[in-house]
């Protein structure tokens, strides 16, 4: 037996249902009585052969679990592909890829590589010409931006038969050039026909009061007569109404002008017998080079599929279709190395029209040979047409649904007729009764709004409640177009989270739903700021998280070194996220004017001053972005152990790391395009309340369900492209009003128009069907909801009562009596940094620099911090900014800051030591190099044309070993080259500055 689900997750659903049912029928008490008896009844045998079968199967299943066979559709598939690996030509280590863009963009790069302008290829020409076209129309200048676009059609299952006819098609630039000649005759027929008007128009002397309507006659005459003859311009830009053609008519019925008027007449239904044609002409020369580099698209995917033996899942059931929709289900099976008598098909209204056509061989064969099959589904709940769901597969059957009148399908299609039956499935164990009654009464209501075409998928709408008693509805309905939306849903949301915990349900048993991920995401982030705990797929993005934009921040600083904006943008995060006292004033002392055109400018040095950061944190080489990112954070004292969003940002870079190596660049355009998919996997537990799109939430249940917008209409957003293939041309369109003008175009708009408004009636059907207790919803008006007034309608037959001033708040049922859907225990789990445990608390491993410094008196701590400052200064001011940076970033001891203050005020009192700080070019702890052995490292060298002074710092006792030390540089600085050698020691305790003796060091 062969079970197959739409999803993983309903399959795993599917698979742990099957097992518990069995183990209730076998190992059951009591209260499994009434169910054994019904299933025994319904099989016709006795309570007690189905309790043995019960355990006899459910022991098999336990001892040859791989042969459990319920999986998805895309797995079987892969499968079959692998059985026929030999005949695709494919190795058996073929690689599956999830991401289709990937593999397009792979393709793009390719084909981009392969144009070369010494050679002038055909591709060249085609590119190049593209390209052209898109900047004369101000189009996107990006070429692989645009490709990428355009190419998704090619992974569209719905368009394989398209692309297969347009990998055939051969673009000529004769056909080309002939289609630009039909267009200039267009275009100079449509300018003799206006100029032979425009004349006629000033013999007559005709004005607004020669037509009926006058002016709303006469002013679109001459405006029309003005227009450029160029006939697409002509027809976007002409005014041709209804209103308009009836008053020329009317003209010349009543007399009023019969010179003009007539021709004119004749001239507008010229322009409209004429649209067709010309939008069509101009669709095959401005989509000629488009179509062209998408056929050589199409073949460069199937060269990599070849060559780098990589299967996308888009194209699994093409595979599969080529391999066995003409072959007999033995062969099939003895390829698979396994056969299958009973086929149970779930979720079938999503099923696409490939995959039911692939299956189709094996249920015929089964059913030849008297097995028994089983297909479920609802078509109310067809929300997968994006994915290639065709839910009229399902109102066909139990014949196989044929558009095309494929004679070999409506031969099977005859058999399955005779074979089969249909049953509707009448009764809803979900929902409280009240939910149940609801639903019949609104979708009931709502099919007089539904398109004709998807009326037949509510033919079995009446629902029986099976479940609890009771259950409540409570919703609202608001006309008011200036209400600030988020914030009423947001109050609303939390009042009824709120109502639902304080009457006794847990968090985790209470669902929010919403149209699309940022909805989520806003219901998320919005729960979470109230202390909720938040489970959910679909929103908590990743990018949400401010620690994870200042990561992200991080590497594109990194990437484009000396950006000035890229460095603004990471120090106003890092002050806003990391320094949040006094944020935007130590923001604000990171700029500086420039002297030279007073102009402000960031500067880099000011940043890393009042930071805790080196400028060399930004030079820090990496094996991989994984382990950039750990040592950025390790530097900004970010522990990802503590935040979910770093973890999960650190998985992104892992996972790329892996795939496509250390390329930052790389990383940061795949986290931009991607960043609205990439959200936090947090696992259910009792206290969280789950979150997600209506989508994910097919085939759940939850006692409680909050939709806080079931406007699921698409308010005329829709910018997609469709492919067609008009009188034996394919092109691309985007269905507006405009290209309605051919009527294959209007057709297909009207279909397209019908089946988006039954995608929103069934994500509406789906998610009012979702809870087991409580409905809550709230639909506004707001600025953008054409479908308001339609429910606003509904409700006021159904539910007057609950009107006031216009406003709906409806409460239905009554709460019933909650009882808890225990899981197994679950908290959260929260991963600890090792970091925090030491099993040994009185060993710790200290680096050198700890040790020696640990291994100091105070003074010479002190000392050391004092030498640190004076090496990095070359003014009293660059001292004292030394000091408060050295303070920030942990480098000085916050103990000494006083004595410090004292010895720099000491040091830079001294006249002589002013005088040569300002003499010269300052080199801090520059080492010089005499020969091989000898290496020697000043505190500071300062070099001007006329000298070159040696400065070491002390704080201890004045010493002769001090003195040959300094006497050691000067001798090494003079054997260099250097001139006006001059040595010094600074003494802090009042001594000051001593000079050195000049004495050959080297060679005493």
């Known amino acids: 037996m062969m079970a197959m689900t739409f999803t993983n997750k309903a399959s ?48 098999k299943i336990l001892h040859q679990y791989e042969d459990f066979n319920v999986m998805t559709i895309d797995k079987f598939n892969l499968r079959l592909i692998r059985s026929f690996a030999r005949d695709l030509d494919l190795p058996d280590s073929f690689e599956i890829s999830l991401d289709d863009t990937l593999i397009l963009e792979k ?41 990428l676009s355009k190419a998704k059609a090619l992974t569209n299952e719905g368009y394989f038969q398209i692309i297969k006819t ?42 607004a009061n020669s037509f009926a309507g006058k002016s709303t006659t006469f002013n679109p005459i001459v405006f029309n007569l003005q227009l450029n003859p160029e006939p697409i311009f002509f027809l976007k830009e002409s005014k041709r109404t209804e209103a308009n053609l009836k008053n020329i008519l009317k003209t010349i019925e009543e007399g009023k002008e019969t010179r003009f008027s007539p021709l004119y007449l004749e001239f507008l239904q ?113 929300i997968y047409r994006f994915k290639n769901g065709v839910a009229e597969q399902f109102i066909a059957l139990p014949a196989i649904y044929n558009p095309e009148e494929e004679p070999s399908i409506a031969l099977r299609s005859l058999f399955f007729q005779k074979m089969g039956t249909v049953e509707g499935l009448e009764d809803n164990w979900r929902s409280a009764a009240e939910i149940v009654h609801f639903n019949n009464q ?78 989520c995401n806003q219901y998320a982030n919005f729960l979470k700021s109230k202390g909720y705990q938040i489970v959910s797929s679909d929103s908590l993005l990743v990018n949400s998280d401010q620690f994870v934009q200042l990561a992200i921040c991080y590497c594109k600083w990194k990437v484009n070194r000396f950006d000035f904006q890229r460095a603004m943008q990471f120090a106003y995060f890092y002050f806003e996220i990391l320094e949040k006292k006094d944020a935007f004033d130590t923001y604000g002392n990171c700029f500086q004017i420039n002297p030279s055109d007073s102009k402000v400018y960031f500067s880099e040095q000011l940043f890393f001053e009042s930071s805790r950061l080196n400028a060399d944190f930004l030079d820090a080489s990496f094996q991989n972005i994984y382990s950039l990112l750990v040592d950025f954070l390790m530097l900004v004292e970010l522990d990802p152990i503590e935040n979910t969003y770093l973890q999960q940002l650190l998985d992104l870079a892992y996972q790329f790391d892996m795939s496509n190596g250390p390329d930052l660049m790389e990383f940061i355009n795949y986290y931009e395009k991607n960043e609205g998919k990439f959200s936090v996997q947090l696992s259910e537990n009792e206290q969280a309340i789950q979150i997600m799109t209506a989508h994910k939430s097919k085939g759940l249940e939850f006692p409680v369900v909050i939709i806080p917008s079931f406007n699921f209409f698409n308010e005329g957003n829709n910018n997609d492209s469709y492919l067609m293939e008009i009188n034996e041309h394919i092109v691309e369109t985007k269905m507006s009003k405009f290209e309605t003008a ?92 090792i970091q925090n445990f030491l099993w040994f608390p009185e060993i710790s491993i200290q680096s050198t620099k700890e040790q020696e410094d640990d291994g100091l008196t105070t003074a010479q701590r002190v000392g050391k911090q004092f030498h640190f400052i004076m090496e990095k200064s070359h003014s009293s001011e ?33 006249n002589l030591l002013l005088q040569l700080f300002e003499s010269g070019k300052h080199l801090n702890e520059r080492t010089l ?76």
């Open 12 to 59: 795993i659903e599917m698979k742990s249902r099957i097992m518990s049912d069995l183990n209730r029928l076998a190992n059951g008490k009591d209260e499994a009585k009434s169910y054994l008896e019904e299933i025994a009844a319904f099989v016709g045998t006795t309570p007690e052969a189905t309790q043995k079968k019960a355990r006899l199967v459910l022991r």
């Open 742 to 833: 051919i009527p294959a175009i209007q057709l297909e708009a009207t279909k397209e128009d019908a089946a988006q408004k039954m995608d929103a009636i069934n994500l509406l059907y789906v998610a009012f069907t979702r809870p087991q207790d409580r409905l809550y919803a709230i639909n506004l008006k707001g600025s953008r909801n054409s479908f308001y007034e339609k429910f606003n309608a509904i409700f006021k037959n159904l539910f007057p009562d609950s009107y006031e001033d216009d406003v709906l708040h409806l409460k239905l049922g009554t709460a019933p009596e909650i009882k808890h859907h225990y899981r197994k225990h679950s908290t959260n789990y929260s991963p600890q940094s």
């Open 442 to 519: 609104f979708f009931e209501e709502l099919l007089q709004f539904m398109p004709e075409s998807g009326q037949e998928f509510y033919k079995h709408l009446k629902q029986n409640p099976k479940g609890k008693k009771g259950g409540s509805v409570e919703l609202i309905l608001n006309p008011r177009k200036d209400i600030d939306t988020t914030k009423f849903t947001n109050d609303q949301l939390l009042e009824w989270v709120e109502q639902c915990i304080a009457d006794g349900y847990k968090p985790y048993e209470i669902c929010v739903l919403g149209r699309k991920k940022r909805d």
């Open 107 to 147: 393709a793009i790069d390719e084909l981009l590589s392969n144009i070369d302008a010494k050679n002038q290829t055909k591709l060249y020409q085609l590119a190049l010409n593209f390209a052209k076209s898109n900047l004369e129309e101000e189009n996107d200048w990006n070429l692989k931006k645009i490709l």
């Open 878 to 910: 660059t001292a004292f900014s030394a000091l408060k940076t050295g303070l920030l970033k942990g480098e000085i001891e916050q103990e000494f800051e006083g004595i410090l203050i004292k010895l720099l005020e000491e040091a830079f009192a001294n």
């Open 929 to 1004: 190099i005499f020969d091989s052995k000898t290496r020697l490292r000043p505190d500071k060298l300062i070099v001007s044309d006329q000298q070159t002074v040696v400065i070491d710092f002390k704080t201890g006792e004045k010493s002769t070993k001090h003195e040959k030390q300094v006497q050691g540089y000067m001798t090494v600085l003079r054997e260099i080259g250097m001139s006006g050698i001059k040595g010094y020691l600074y003494y802090t305790g009042g001594l000051g500055l001593v000079e050195v003796s000049s004495t050959d060091l080297l060679n005493s």
């Open 166 to 207: 347009l990998s055939k098609t051969d673009f000529k630039k004769e056909q080309l050039d002939l289609w630009k000649l039909q267009f200039k005759a267009e275009k100079d027929e449509l300018t003799i026909r206006l100029n032979s008007l425009n004349r006629l128009f000033l013999e007559t002397g005709i004005d």
């Open 270 to 382: 010229f322009i409209t017998e004429k649209s067709s044609y010309w939008i069509e002409l101009d669709f095959k020369i401005q989509q000629f080079h488009l179509l062209a580099i998408l056929k050589e698209l199409a073949l460069s995917m199937d060269d990599i599929r070849n060559k780098e033996s990589i299967i996308r899942v888009s194209e699994f059931n093409k595979l599969v279709a080529e391999l066995v929709q003409n072959e007999d289900a033995p062969f099939i099976y003895e390829r698979l190395g396994s056969k299958f008598n009973h086929f149970f098909l779930d979720e079938f209204q999503d099923t696409s029209r490939l995959q039911w056509l692939n299956i189709v061989p094996l249920i015929h064969n089964s059913l030849g040979s008297n097995y028994f099959n089983f297909i479920v589904g609802d078509p109310k709940q067809s």
